[in-house]
């Protein structure tokens, strides 16, 4: 499998419990931080309900 690196670039304040809750499921706690994983479906989904909040980098 590939590998994707996901970059938190915007803020959770203001948005919905989910979108927090999925933030904390990737492992992104802060702004700028970067954590990589396995590119499966779950992960892919996970990461397109939070587009707007990170960057990804496919490796």
Do not use: F
């Not at 970059?7 to 706690?29: E, F, H, Y």
């Not at 992960?43 to 707007?52: A, D, N, W, Y």
Request: proline share 2%.
């Amino acid at each position: 499998m590939s590998k994707v690196r996901v970059k938190q670039t915007r803020s959770a304040i203001n948005r919905d419990k989910s979108q927090k809750a999925t933030l904390v499921a990737l492992g992104l706690k802060k702004l700028n931080q970067v954590v990589e994983h396995e590119s499966t479906p779950q992960i892919e989904g996970m990461i397109r309900k939070i587009q707007h909040l990170v960057v990804v980098e496919r490796a």
